[in-house]
Every structure is written in C-alpha cells, then in structure tokens.
C-alpha cells in the first residue's frame, strides 16, 4: 500500500487504545455494553489527521457541506494541513490533537482527513481512548484505529470513506444515524451461512499489527479486507503471514473487497483474485469476494462490530439490526 498515492482515494478516521494479551499476543479485551445514540439534528464533528500531510489547498468544504445537510457541524482545525517531514505533524502533536478530539464533551464524534501512514504511530506513541464512545469514520491507514477502537472495548468505528458518489456517502449517514442499509453483494466461493461481529481492515496495514495489542481477536468474527498497491506475490506473503501465526482461528467467515493493482502478471504466475482464492479457500468458512469495499468506488462503509450474516451460498454480506 503506497504512502503517498492513498491521499486522493478515501478520508479515512480511527482510534486506539492499548489493551491487555492473551497468552498467544491478541487483544481480548470484552466490549463495553454502553451504547453509542444515532448521531442527529446539532450533532457535533471534528476532522482530525493523524496520517500522511494533505496539500494546505485541499479544499474540505464539500464534506462541511455534506455534514450540513444532515445538520451536522464539522469543524476543521488548521491542524489538519500542518505538515511535519511526510506525516501532518510530529506524533505527540497528533497525540494531543485525537486526545483533545476524544475528551471533548460537545463532540459526538471524529472524521479523519489525510491518509498514507501514520495511525500506528500515534498507537506507538502513546494514545489511550477515554472511557466513552465516540462514531470516528475512515479507512485505509486508519483502519490500524478502526480495529484498535473494537481491540479495546469502544463501539462507533465505521469504515467507509466521506468522499465519492451522493449514494456512497448516503449509506455511511444511514449507519452513522442507526439505520438499515442495504446488503452488500460479492461473488460467492465458499458455501455456507456465518454470523458475527465484522472485523474491517487494509490487509497491509493490520499485518502490521500481528502480535501487537492493537490487534483484535478474531474469533467467531466475519473478516473484510482489502488493498491497495500490492502485487500479489505480496498478497501471498502476508496471508501466509496471517495463517501461520494463528490469527485466522476459530474465525467465522472471510471476505473480501477491492484489491487494485495496476501491474502485470508473469507468465504462469498467479493473478489477484486467483492467490486471494488460493490462500482463503481452503479455511473451510464461508468466502465471497469482490465486495464493493476499499480504495476506489465504491466504497460501501460497514460498522466495525457491528453483526452481520456472511451468506456464502448467495454472495451476500447483510448488517443483522435486529
């Protein structure tokens, strides 16, 4: 996943917090049972960048906008475009900056702007969330937040990006509201019905999260992925990474989204799609490929935790709101 190309793709958002280890390194933590209410009329956001700087001419004002619509403020602090080698300020300026985002009472919640790299940086250096929750949006880097948030007990992460078409934008507003959004379709390649909490990710980010406490337990869990950038003997590396250290037990479903590469492919050698079905395949658990998720359009945002029905059979993931 390319640093500097993700920027025009998506604004991706997150947290994270350390958490406690089992015996065999992954966070298990339990989730908290407060709920998060639907955000509504006055609700209050901040734009937040703990990734890669973004060009100071970028021009935010269609997502103040969008935000407006549903009558929402978001206020963009000119610490967003602040630039600091190639991340948007040094890590303890992105510390205090998720810090005073997260502790503030009159907001309900956090989008961040810019990508690239960086959210690990800011686990590394220090960050713990506060005891509440808080909806934050973003994909990409930041889904290293995404899956630390869940890690440690805080519901309110959702993937997704805030740019792209009205319809993208519409079903992240609807999750970010508590409403029912429609099903996601893929291509059916393993059998099967699975349910459970979902687990969202860039492949090449949550790798390198493997056996660090921001990495969730993906027991019982329907796993999503995606990339961006990656050939795919790169693919293969990191899958066999993920099966070999053991992660990948006991987890309920697997599918995955876009994984754009724009290279060619040897003579004889595998395609994408051919070493995602190869390394994913033979996990006996429901697979579907292709979702509408990741770099590129569309984007379809889906709740980190939240319960979904992987049919394998139909090639459908559906959000369970009962």
Same mark, same amino acid.
């Given at each position: 996943?390319?640093?500097? =190309?993700?920027?025009?793709?998506?604004?991706?958002?997150?947290?994270?917090?350390?958490?406690?280890?089992?015996?065999?390194?992954?966070?298990?933590?339990?989730?908290?049972?407060?709920?998060?209410?639907?955000?509504?009329?006055?609700?209050?956001?901040?734009?937040?960048?703990?990734?890669? @700087?973004?060009?100071?001419?970028?021009?935010?004002?269609?997502?103040?906008?969008?935000?407006?619509?549903?009558?929402?403020?978001?206020?963009?602090?000119?610490?967003?475009?602040?630039? +600091?080698?190639?991340?948007?300020?040094?890590?303890?300026?992105?510390?205090?900056?998720?810090?005073?985002?997260?502790?503030?009472?009159?907001?309900?919640?956090?989008?961040?702007?810019?990508?690239? @790299?960086?959210?690990?940086?800011?686990?590394? *250096?220090?960050?713990?969330?506060?005891?509440?929750?808080? +909806?934050?949006?973003?994909? =990409?880097?930041? =889904?290293?937040?995404?899956?630390?948030? +869940?890690?440690?007990?805080?519901?309110?992460?959702?993937?997704?990006?805030?740019?792209?078409?009205?319809?993208? +934008?519409?079903?992240?507003?609807?999750?970010?509201?508590?409403?029912?959004?429609?099903?996601?379709?893929?291509?059916?390649?393993?059998?099967?019905?699975?349910?459970?909490?979902?687990?969202?990710?860039?492949?090449?980010? *949550?790798?390198?999260?493997?056996?660090?406490?921001?990495?969730?337990?993906?027991?019982?869990?329907?796993?999503?992925?995606?990339?961006?950038?990656? *050939?795919?003997?790169?693919?293969?590396?990191?899958?066999?990474?993920?099966?070999? =250290?053991?992660?990948?037990?006991?987890?309920?479903?697997? *599918?995955?989204?876009?994984?754009?590469?724009?290279?060619?492919?040897?003579?004889?050698?595998?395609?994408?799609?051919?070493?995602?079905?190869?390394?994913?395949?033979?996990?006996?658990?429901?697979?579907?490929?292709?979702?509408?998720?990741?770099?590129?359009?569309?984007?379809?945002?889906?709740?980190?935790?939240?319960?979904?029905?992987?049919?394998?059979?139909?090639?459908?993931?559906?959000?369970?709101?009962?």
């Amino acid at each position: 996943m390319n640093r500097r =190309s993700l920027l025009s793709l998506g604004i991706p958002a997150a947290l994270a917090m350390a958490v406690p280890f089992t015996a065999s390194g992954v966070a298990a933590k339990k989730q908290k049972t407060s709920e998060l209410g639907p955000l509504k009329q006055g609700s209050r956001l901040r734009a937040v960048n703990t990734g890669t @700087w973004i060009d100071p001419e970028t021009d935010l004002n269609l997502l103040v906008k969008r935000c407006e619509v549903e009558g929402w403020t978001l206020e963009v602090p000119e610490s967003v475009k602040r630039q +600091w080698r190639w991340f948007s300020g040094t890590d303890q300026q992105r510390v205090e900056d998720l810090e005073n985002a997260w502790k503030n009472p009159d907001l309900d919640g956090l989008i961040y702007v810019g990508a690239g @790299w960086g959210g690990a940086r800011v686990l590394e *250096a220090g960050f713990r969330f506060p005891n509440r929750a808080l +909806w934050t949006l973003g994909f =990409s880097d930041t =889904s290293s937040m995404l899956m630390a948030q +869940w890690s440690a007990g805080l519901k309110g992460a959702i993937h997704g990006s805030t740019t792209g078409p009205e319809k993208q +934008w519409k079903r992240t507003t609807k999750l970010l509201k508590k409403e029912k959004v429609a099903p996601l379709n893929g291509k059916p390649i393993n059998s099967g019905v699975a349910s459970g909490p979902l687990i969202i990710c860039n492949l090449t980010v *949550a790798t390198h999260l493997i056996g660090t406490k921001w990495f969730p337990n993906l027991n019982k869990t329907i796993l999503v992925l995606e990339d961006i950038g990656e *050939a795919p003997y790169r693919i293969d590396r990191m899958l066999t990474q993920w099966r070999t =250290s053991g992660v990948l037990h006991g987890i309920a479903g697997i *599918a995955t989204g876009r994984f754009k590469w724009k290279g060619e492919v040897e003579k004889g050698d595998f395609s994408m799609n051919e070493i995602l079905k190869e390394r994913l395949s033979d996990l006996n658990v429901p697979l579907i490929m292709d979702l509408p998720i990741g770099h590129g359009l569309p984007n379809m945002a889906l709740p980190m935790g939240g319960k979904a029905i992987l049919n394998g059979e139909m090639g459908t993931l559906i959000l369970d709101n009962e």
